[in-house]
């Protein structure tokens, strides 16, 4: 929850890449397709996750590839201990 705290106080604001990027990485980048989708979960406490925009550049990454980049490179991570 503190990443999705940052994203959203540095922006002032929170979009849709952050929010997923923020709970994919701590359900460890869990794909989609292996039948397990945090978001599916997230959604169904949320209902108005779907009024959140998506970023245009695709920033933060929401794949398992870019969830693993950002985290080994510390691109996209905005927590500071």
């Known amino acids: 929850?503190?990443?999705?705290?940052?994203?959203?106080?540095?922006?002032?604001?929170?979009?849709?890449?952050?929010?997923?990027?923020s709970i994919?990485?701590?359900?460890?980048?869990?794909?989609?397709?292996?039948?397990?989708?945090?978001?599916?979960?997230?959604?169904g406490f949320c209902p108005t996750l779907d009024?959140?925009?998506m970023q245009e550049d695709g920033r933060p990454p929401i794949d398992s590839i870019g969830l693993i980049k950002s985290s080994l490179s510390g691109e996209d991570n905005l927590i500071r201990m």
């Open 24 to 43: 994919r990485r701590n359900f460890g980048g869990f794909d989609p397709e292996s039948g397990f989708d945090p978001m599916d979960i997230f959604a």
């Open 1 to 21: 929850m503190k990443m999705v705290v940052n994203f959203a106080s540095r922006t002032g604001e929170l979009n849709r890449n952050q929010l997923e990027h």
């Open 51 to 53: 009024t959140l925009a």
